[in-house]
């Protein structure tokens, strides 16, 4: 990998563990599964270099629990359904996606509580979190719906602009090795 990805993916990293710290106030409110939708739809399978480092981040900043387990599959698992859709170019789409992703989010979470701790512990944990998915379904919904397309078109051009500057170092670089 390019000098120039690594540190994109790092900077994208970033502006996830920014946007998540950022709006901790507000329960379950957050532009991670926007971005994530966004980054998967422009870098492809290179997405897993910004997810990973993100949930690294998050468990050295908040500490490895059982939930950090969580985020090693639930944005896997968001990046995978994005890959799996992603020839639709509807806004709309990507808001119920969001939105649905949101409303799962506290189920997926719960799957170690069912392991570590038996049909009841997952059940309760699960249960128990339902009013903060509602939350969380509400403020994907309305992020993705503001956020998505301006988001989408800034990063794209940036991700267009470093392919054209790489392309054009590589020839530059072939012209140099020439004798």
Known sequence: MKAMY?????????????????????????PVTMLIIVYTLIYRKQV????????????LIYGFGIWWFSYL??????????????KNQSVLMWVVVAGAYGLAFGFLCAIPYFISGGWGAGIAYWMSGIPYDITHCIGNTVLTALLFKPVYNV?????????????????????KNTP
């Not at 990063?155 to 012209?175: C, D, P, R, S």
């Open 6 to 30: 690594m540190v994109t993916m790092g900077f994208l990293s970033a502006i996830l563990l920014i946007g998540q710290v950022g709006m901790a106030a507000l329960p379950n409110i957050e």
């Open 48 to 59: 897993f270099y910004i997810i990973y480092t993100f949930v690294i981040l998050e468990g």
């Open 155 to 175: 990063l794209n051009k940036m991700h267009t602009a470093q392919l054209v500057y790489m392309t054009n170092v590589e020839k530059t670089q072939g012209q």
């Open 73 to 86: 599959y639930i944005w896997t698992i968001l990046a995978v359904i994005v890959l799996l859709m992603k």
